[in-house]
Antibody, heavy 122, light 108 residues
Framework: QVQLQESGPGLVKASETLSLTCTVSGGSISSYYWSWIRQSPGKGLEWIGYIYDSGNTNYNPSLKSRVTISVDTSKNQFSLKLSSVTAADTAVYYC????????????????WGQGTLVTVSS | EIVLTQSPGTLSLSPGERATLSCRASQSVSNTFLAWYQQKPGQAPRLLIYAASTRATGIPDRFSGSGSGTDFTLTISRLEPEDFAVYYCQQYVNSPRTFGQGTKVEIK
């Protein structure tokens, strides 16, 4: 059974960089798309972006200028960096896997981490 | 970006009743690339339906999805106590992936 676990600081100061890591267990990170998704009371669920095991990325245009997603296949981990954070970035951050059949991957999410709350303080 | 609008915002029903949730897209979701998720307090969303009508692994058959184009529906045929939760639709035909704002199904 695939499991995802987010880790990182729960409190980040405004203007600094939020950094989170997602560790994948019970399966390989290879050959899948891995996403970060956040959820705040004000904006609901918001897809941040994805990375493929090759390092290919795709980001939400609303966050693109501040987001970097990277992958470390040797550790079965992928990471999120969000720079210049403000109070609006306070949210529960989830990592998630895109569903892949034997021949193609799709942009919906079949496995999710439990989520981690990140609060931006002033 | 495709905007998904879910209605109603809250649905108050009793166990055993039928729930009908709507998701309307601002533009056509081709190939029925639409998914539904269930979320309970303190938990991550759980995949219920993909491709508008295909149940995910382990999802009971009281959950069904339908629709095409811009109008999609999630139906829960007979509500069980564990079904009271928030439900989200999500499109994956375009980037960025987007979610609806959710429909809360609460106990009447």
């Amino acid at each position: 059974q695939v499991q995802l676990q987010e880790s990182g600081p729960g409190l980040v100061k405004a203007s600094e960089t939020l950094s989170l890591t997602c560790t994948v267990s019970g399966g390989s990170i290879s050959s899948y798309y891995w996403s970060w998704i956040r959820q705040s009371p004000g904006k609901g669920l918001e897809w941040i972006g994805y990375i493929y095991d090759s390092g290919n990325t795709n980001y939400n245009p609303s966050l693109k200028s501040r987001v970097t997603i990277s992958v470390d296949t040797s550790k079965n981990q992928f990471s999120l960096k969000l720079s210049s954070v403000t109070a609006a970035d306070t949210a529960v951050y989830y990592c998630a896997r895109s569903y892949c059949s034997s021949v193609i991957c799709f942009g919906f999410f079949d496995y999710w981490g439990q989520g981690t709350l990140v609060t931006v303080s002033s | 970006e495709i905007v998904l609008t879910q209605s109603p915002g809250t649905l108050s029903l009793s166990p055993g009743e039928r729930a009908t949730l709507s998701c309307r897209a601002s533009q056509s979701v081709s190939n029925t690339f639409l998914a539904w998720y269930q979320q309970k307090p303190g938990q991550a969303p759980r995949l219920l339906i993909y491709a508008a009508s295909t149940r995910a692994t382990g999802i009971p058959d009281r959950f069904s999805g339908s629709g095409s184009g811009t109008d999609f529906t999630l139906t829960i045929s007979r509500l069980e106590p564990e079904d009271f939760a928030v439900y989200y639709c999500q499109q994956y035909v375009n980037s960025p992936r987007t979610f609806g704002q959710g429909t809360k199904v609460e106990i009447k």
